[in-house]
């Protein structure tokens, strides 16, 4: 038997020392838990395996122990392994089958007698792969216990803990959980602990082959045990863990530890030992913990919960090139530290990082973030982490320095890609309501992470390192080039005024007199803007709010150049003109933007169509000549190749926009005025409505 190289220090009672002595559940902790385990062994219909997964410091071991001395008692324990990283013989995937097969040999007369044989016939069988381990270490004996009732009624388990603190675990499980669940190993239960990684979800749940239920491993997600409970039992291990100390601990100290360890038993273990820790000083540590509310930030007190959280980190990052170290710790942070909880896909379009990058990160440290079912945002487990990651003197080289991780954000948000009219409203008459599908418009246009960016850029901004001038330079950007397309964006998210936020800012930024003063300006926009009879129609903040604002705002006097507008009373013009189009020798009828916003199309009485540079107001190129009678519409193809004209000439032209040449005939069949022309979504077709009652629909290649 000694050839098999089995590890005696990962049986569950071995003593390994006060250092990592593995500990039982509590007396009268943990009950329905233990006794549901306890009742999967002893129900012959149940299924085959069980697992119990659980987030950091939820204790899945103290859990796994006490099954194992419950199962000892009742002559259920076949074998067990307690893997653990910080021990070389508990974290070698080699040694997992030998020792199992070791324990199962002490455990049945028959199975001993088979093993000897294959090691007799094998000296090397502890050096082979996982596959040929468990084929001849495990399925062989075993096969031969199925032919004899040693066993009678008693069911057979092995106990697997940790599996997460083993190296290329995977090696194992890949052989394994498909033995167990094609009943190689018949009437042999395993029962499984570990953190809810994915490559351990993937091989116990068998999501790619579901298999019949018996065949399958029960899952217990201890993490989502209700939270009265765990504190109850919380409460019960604290008071136990206390019960030899003279510190008269009063009920509501005891139950505001267990508050805040809410479901990490390794949290109020953490404080037991910070205040058992130094002799005569129980009651200091304990006063201390009362009065600054949280646990001791302290590296030595700590330790035990920094070295889980450094080394689950550690086991994310180790694989990852340079590269993918640097995107999975952005992800981690900016999840930590957002205004509000986000979901896996707002963090892929904020940051820019491909969605199954970004899932995959996120499910690589379920660990310590797990993804809500209900909104399927991403949250913490425990506050805990928090107070580790935020501690350099804790985290050491995984910690995150908040000011400066918002900074970055900082750049991130205020460089989203804002723009004039980013719904494409195709005319200011309508009120954004009445507009056709407004909603899927805005959700498309303003995706989540420019949705993320417009909301909170102010809580970056405020938390950031101000003095860094790369934020400050993109800041100052951001307000001579994209505030009002912000304001515009706000407006249609129902999210004006925010003149609350705005003040926040103005208050962090003072010192610097030239933003401060654009913002206090800016707020007045806004709010004239929120108060106005035309808050309902978005595009009449650019049509009549800005163009008779006073006050000189850089992007308002920026975007002043590109209006086209005149102030009219029933009397004639009172006000002043900006970049008047005087091209044309009549009324016009109709005028386009063009998507990019680089080029207006109008159509007019001289029944001509003219194109324009919006900054300049300049005409490009020449009128496009050809109606005999006005130019009643005009519309542009999607692709901005063509534009198409409806006429009183009864006629429909379509026009090349760069060499200003019609395309075909003209197209005839209407009887009466064309007052109405639009392209279809693919630019293949064009529809024109009629005084003469019709709507008519043109291939616009063939007419």
Known sequence: MDRLKYSPEAFYDTDNGVEFARKECTAGTRKQILDDIEAWVEDSTASLGYWICGMAGTGKSTIAKSVCIRLKKKEHLAASFFCFCQIPECKDYHRIIPTIAYQIARYSHTFAQELQKVLEKDRDIGTKSPGDQLKMLIVGPWAATTRTDEFGNITPVTVVDTLDECEHVSLVLKELIPAIQNQKIPRLRFFFTSLPEKNIYDHLTNVINPLPPKSQAQEFELHNVEEAVVREDIIMYIKEELSTLRLDIETHQVESIANKAGKLFIYAATVIRYITGVKGLGKTRLSDIMSKGHIPRDKKETESLDNLYSDILANVLSPLTLEESELTVKILYTSLFVGMRVSRSMLSELLEIDLKFVESTISSLQSVLYVDKRDQAIYTFHASFLDYIFSKMRA??????????????????LDRQLKFNICDFPSSFLADRDVPNIDQTIEEKINEGLWYSCNFWAFHLTNANLHEGEVIETFEKFMDEKILFWIEAMNLLGRLPWI???????????????????????????????????????????????????????????????????????????????????????????VVFFAGGDKIVSGSDDNTISIWDPKTGAAIGNPLCGHKNSVLSVAISPDEYWVASGSKDYTIRIWDVNTGVTIGDPLNGHSDHVRSVAFSPDGQQVVSGSSDETIRVWNAKTG
């Open 500 to 590: 609350e936020v705005m003040n926040l800012i103005f208050w962090q930024i003072q010192n610097f007199q030239y933003l401060g003063t654009q913002i206090s300006q800016l707020k007045t926009v806004m709010n004239a803007f929120s108060l106005s009879e035309v808050k309902e129609m978005t595009p009449h903040f650019y049509l009549s709010i800005i163009p008779w604002w006073p006050v000189e705002i850089s992007v308002v006097k920026n975007l002043k150049n590109v209006l086209k507008v005149i102030k009219k009373t029933g009397h004639g013009t009172i006000g002043t003109q900006i970049n008047i189009f005087q091209e044309h020798e009549d009324k016009v009828n109709s």
């Open 396 to 413: 050491q080289s995984f910690h995150c320095d908040i000011t400066k991780h918002h900074t970055y954000v900082t750049r991130v948000v």
